[in-house]
Structures are given as C-alpha cells and as structure tokens.
C-alpha cells in the first residue's frame, strides 16, 4: 500500500491543486468556531489535501479531519489533522465543508452510498468539493484516458464526463453549483456540490 500512496503522491508532485484556483478563504472561513470542522477530506489517503489547506492557511479556525480506511498509512503523520474512518462519516453532524478526491475509484453505485452518508453529515451551510476530473466527450487527453482505462480494470469504476458528474451527483438529491478547473489538460476540477 505504501508504494501505491508514494506512486500517487509523485505523480501529482509540483501541480496546480484545488487552492490555487478556489477562494477557500473567502467562501469558507469566515467567522469560524475552532472547534467547528472547517473541512473533512474524505479518503484522503495520507492527507495530502488537508496538509496543503493547513500549510496555505496555518492560521485558520476550525478543525481539519483526514477520513479514509485502514491500512493507510496516516497515524501521527500530521499533528494538525484530525483522523478518522471515513465509514463513520455519519457520527459528525453538521460538517461544515467537505472535500471528496475518491469517487473515481468507485462505479456509480457506491458513490450512490458515500455522497448520500456525506449529504446526510451536512450542516446547513455545508458544500461539498469534489476533487476530480472531468473528461471531455472528446478529445480526450492521454493520461486522463490512461487513468480511465485503469480505473475500469482495476476497481470497476471510472473517470467521468461533466454530464456523468451532474447525473450522478442530482441522484442523491445534491446539485452541482459551481465548477472550477485548475489543470487544463486533465480537467482536474472542484464540483461543488450544495443538497438541492
């Protein structure tokens, strides 16, 4: 497992990320409770996301909780972050905000199950970010095709179209809101995504 993690990890080393291109600080930190969860990164592996947050705004009030399963590799890592078992989504009430960079690795119905346990945690301002890439119906770039066809083997599941997100993401009663892009010839975007 820890080689697949550092694979990963490399491969997205010196990338554009989602804070570079969405105004974190200003939609979601305003006049916040340090105790309130500030973001909850839902299988986060080693928690990547939630050391850049922390690392771009050391400062910020509200906790950062990394959710994902066993066996990663996590414990002790980063003192900052909170660590949970992203199963127990449920158990938080009223999240605030929450990233989700894993439903490429899951078919349709199991993303079904984990966006419908996450809208069920939300407060009633809470958003959530998807972190994902958006393949075009044409065109589309190699290694986005390459990472399409890997997840198709593999895990049964699948990189999808703009279309395929809004489907997917309304059949649990959430709506995509807004979209931003932040590598353009991956399409890795931020959905955000508010209950309907």
Known sequence: MGYFIQCLTSQREGQKIWLDVYPFEQ????????????????????????????????????????QDLPPVPIEGL?????????????????????????????????????????REAMGKDSVILIDEMIIPEQGTHWQAAQLDIAMMSSLSAME??????????????????????????LQDSILVAMPE
């Not at 909850?40 to 928690?47: R, Y």
């Not at 995509?176 to 353009?184: D, L, S």
């Open 78 to 118: 980063y003192p900052r972050v909170a660590l949970r078992d992203f199963v127990r989504l449920m158990l938080f009430q009223e999240l605030e905000h929450i990233t989700c960079i894993i439903l490429h690795d899951y078919p349709d119905e199991k993303c079904k199950v984990i966006l419908q346990l996450i």
């Open 27 to 66: 939609k979601l930190c305003q006049n916040l409770d340090p105790d309130t969860p500030l973001l909850v990164d839902v299988g986060g592996g080693v928690g990547h996301q939630c050391l850049a947050l922390k690392t771009l705004f050391p400062d910020i009030s509200g906790r950062v909780i990394l």
């Open 160 to 185: 999808r179209t703009k279309k395929q997100w809004y489907q997917l993401v309304e059949s649990v009663g959430l709506k995509i809101v807004e979209i931003y892009t932040y590598t353009k010839e």
